[in-house]
T-cell receptor
C-alpha cells in the first residue's frame, strides 16, 4: 500500500529563517514521483516542487528545495528565507502506480506559521 | 484560459438528495481527478480518469459515481447524499507522469 506521512501538524518559523517540513513515504514501486503543494487560507492548492524517484539531484524551485533521501524514503521540503506569505498548509504527495499509474496519495499536511 | 473550474462553489443538501458536481478544464489535459478534503485527513482520491470515456476508482469511491463524456469535463455524482459526505471537494487535471496537477477552487458541500 502507498502511504505518505507528515508528522508535524504545526510548525512555526521566524521570518527570514529557513524551515524544513518533513515527509516520509512508503511504496514498493521502483518508479514514483513526489510533490509538494501549498494551501493558503483561501483554499486553493498551489504546486511547489516535484522530485522523481530516479532523479539524481535534489529538486529546487526558487526558495523551495526538496531534500530527497531515497534510502530513508524521505522527501523533506526546505523553505529558505521564510516570508509572511509562506504561512499556509503544506501537503506532501506521491504519484504511485495504481491502475495505470495515476493514483496520487496525499499526507495529512503541516500548518506553517511565519512569525514576523 | 480559466484553468480548472468547479460548479457550484457551495451547496447544502439534505440526507438522501442527489447532486452532480461539475469540473471543467481548458488545458487539454488527459487526466482528471476528484478528491475530498476533510479536517486532519489531507486529500483523498475519490475517482479519476485517464482519458475521455474512462474512469477508475481511487481510495474512497463508495457513494460516488463519475463520468467523463468529454475530455474537458469530469462529473462527480452523489446519488443519495449522507452526512459523512460533508466535505470540501477538489477537482484536478494534469498531463500525468512527472507533471503536477492543477486544482480547481473547491466545492464546499454540507449534508444535513
Amino acid at each position: 500500500a502507498q502511504k505518505i506521512t507528515q508528522t508535524q501538524p504545526g510548525m512555526f518559523v521566524q521570518e527570514k529563517e529557513a524551515v524544513t517540513l518533513d515527509c516520509t513515504y512508503d511504496t514498493s514501486d521502483p518508479s514514483y514521483g513526489l510533490f509538494w503543494y501549498k494551501q493558503p487560507s483561501s483554499g486553493e492548492m498551489i504546486f511547489l516542487i516535484y522530485q522523481g524517484s530516479y532523479d539524481q539531484q535534489n529538486a529546487t524551485e526558487g526558495r523551495y528545495s526538496l531534500n530527497f533521501q531515497k534510502a530513508r524514503k524521505s522527501a523533506n521540503l526546505v523553505i529558505s528565507a521564510s516570508q509572511l506569505g509562506d504561512s499556509a498548509m503544506y501537503f506532501c504527495a506521491m504519484r504511485g502506480r495504481g491502475w495505470s499509474g495515476n493514483q496520487f496519495y496525499f499526507g495529512t499536511g503541516t500548518s506553517l506559521t511565519v512569525i514576523p | 484560459n480559466a484553468g480548472v473550474t468547479q460548479t457550484p462553489k457551495f451547496r447544502v443538501l439534505k440526507t438522501g438528495q442527489s447532486m452532480t458536481l461539475l469540473c471543467a478544464q481548458d488545458m487539454n489535459h488527459e487526466y482528471m481527478y476528484w478528491y475530498r478534503q476533510d479536517p486532519g485527513m489531507g486529500l483523498r482520491l475519490i475517482h479519476y480518469s485517464v482519458g475521455e470515456g474512462t474512469t477508475a476508482k481511487g481510495e474512497v469511491p463508495d457513494g460516488y459515481n463519475v463520468s467523463r463524456l468529454k475530455k474537458q469535463n469530469f462529473l462527480l455524482g452523489l446519488e443519495s447524499a449522507a452526512p459523512s459526505q460533508t466535505s470540501v471537494y477538489f477537482c484536478a487535471s494534469g498531463r500525468g507522469g512527472s507533471y503536477e496537477q492543477y486544482f480547481g477552487p473547491g466545492t464546499r458541500l454540507t449534508v444535513t
